[in-house]
């Protein structure tokens, strides 16, 4: 295993007191439930917005809490759903009077906990509302899931949820544009290799050096079949060849493009994926209105990218284009 | 070799394509000369600021054009220096009434490039001005270098130039400034894998299971030594400890401190690096007054790491503090 780490079980630790070291002022860590929250939540005017999920998969959700987006993020260890606790009491500590929205991306773990945690809060008075985000469009069922995987989708979910929020709108209000987004949101995602979480200490699964796997998700799990390594063109027509015709986006359509990496893929190899899939959209007379290329959910140190798609109106456009502020900044 | 790639050679075209297609109405991709510029550049109440070197360091250089860094970025292939006429060429379509920068990593190939393309240019009548960047400490000379190699440091500098030349600056107060922040900054890197250049489909050097390479070249270049994995306190410290003395960066310094990844390596892991150096330099009384976590200057899908540490003054922090407008944007 080659990573730079101590004590693997202490991997997680360690990663958030490094997030929180490097944003004094804006965001604090409390270690007891993992938390990185941001430094003035609760804000009674907005509605509290939480995401959980296993850690791995940087930058979600521990490096996009702050303004406009999440106020704050209570992940598991790696690929491993958040305890209940650490969800109620996160929810606990962050609750504003316009109520608390737990983002859940969905996995059977990770729903569990933060549904438990939901009638917890509930039964205590707290203005709960949950969530479910579920882009994958690669299985209908999986290793961890019943339904479809939440993947790199999410951002736009959480993007909208906490542009909406910020605006102070209540709680309904920021549901309903969360549930809009996520219903026209469809990612897919292809692995090169595997990824070795720290306390496992080997690789996931085993690809041979001229296989990938189509539609992987992004805890290792089968996608939709093992095949060999295709080009970079061929990657992107199978990868829309799946989602396009999903929702479907159609001839006249504006999107949103994303091209995830999934960790160990350079930023090089991302722009030249999303150059072919933004003329291949072009081509179906689908139109990019705004590119996101880079890591947004990633799989430890897994080489692989996946392809996002949201179909736009004025209404997701305006909270796509509000201000956000967030631990990741490059310059 | 597992990459998103179609013909190898076509490798550094179609990245460019990306970043053009992914970024419409702000930056202009001319083929001819690999060249990445501000679309709406040259602007003659600024100085032109353009950097090369070779592909495959993304986001630098050719991800970091816009208002408030460059004006253009024109590298040569992958690890190739940009040919001579590329420079020259560009500095042609990029000039402006106050100047033309020229930043070059310190390579002996982008060196001599950069060079002759000024002395053409000056030739001309143009007002050119050349700045080298070395701020690697990790060896004198290398196998392409004489003298300190330039590495993820540059990003200080072209920050510093980049919003100077904003504020309408003359050549020379540019000149001073980049000069000035190249001189208080120090950098070194470790390797954990090789990467495998397209067109080269091959990994450029071989490093065991258990084995790392000290003071690593952003090329694959030897460091000071290969040695047995460390832990993520261990290569914190051999980083810290050749780098602070250097300078050297003393107690009650304020510093910018920069974890940069090398490719291949996950944010989580930088984090947690980022997190040991900042504890590591609190022991020593130097205090961070801005972190800079993430891929900045990669070496393709090297797994590795960089630490840059820029000692700080009011006039370096106000132009670290300007805003900057640039391809990478999270959200």
């Known amino acids: 295993m080659k990573k730079f780490v101590n004590d693997p079980k202490q991997y997680v630790p360690e990663m958030l007191t490094g997030i929180a070291l490097a944003n004094p002022g804006t965001l604090k860590y409390v270690p007891e439930y993992n938390l990185i929250m941001r430094a003035d939540a609760p804000n009674n005017d907005k509605v509290t917005i939480i995401q959980g999920s296993g850690s791995g998969h940087e930058p979600a959700h521990v490096m996009v809490v702050g303004p406009g987006m999440l106020d704050g993020a209570c992940p598991g260890d790696v690929f491993a759903a958040p305890p209940m606790d650490y969800v109620y009491e996160s929810g606990k500590l962050l609750a504003s009077d316009k109520g608390i929205l737990l983002l859940v991306n969905n996995y059977t773990g990770d729903k569990m906990a933060f549904e438990m945690a939901a009638e917890m809060l509930e039964s205590e008075g707290y203005k709960v509302a949950t969530l479910f985000i579920n882009d994958d469009v690669a299985v209908k069922d999986s290793t961890f899931t019943v339904g479809r995987r939440g993947v790199a989708g999410n951002f736009f979910v959480m993007k909208a949820c906490g542009a909406k929020a910020e605006q102070g709108a209540d709680l309904e209000e920021v549901v309903r544009v969360g549930e809009k987004v996520n219903s026209v949101t ?7 290799t595997p990824c070795t979480p720290p306390a496992k200490g080997e690789p996931l699964f085993h690809l041979a050096d001229d296989e990938m796997e189509v539609g992987v998700g992004i805890h290792g799990e089968p996608g939709r079949r093992r095949d060999k390594l295709g080009s970079a063109d061929e990657i992107v027509d199978e990868l829309l060849e799946a989602i396009v015709p999903d929702l479907p986006y159609n001839e006249g359509d504006e999107v949103a493009l994303m091209v995830n990496g999934l960790g160990g893929t350079p930023i090089s190899e991302l722009y030249l994926l999303y150059g072919i899939a933004h003329r291949k959209l072009a081509e ?12 947004y959910c990633t799989s430890l140190e897994m080489a692989g990218a996946s392809i996002t798609l949201v179909k736009l109106d004025d ?11 967030i631990a990741i900044r490059v310059f």
Chains 1, 2 share one sequence.
């Open 186 to 192: 469809r990612s897919m995602g292809i692995a090169l």
């Open 315 to 325: 209404e997701i456009k305006e909270l796509l284009s509000a201000p956000a502020e």
């Open 284 to 295: 179906r007379g689908i139109k990019v209105w705004r590119s996101y290329v880079g890591e």
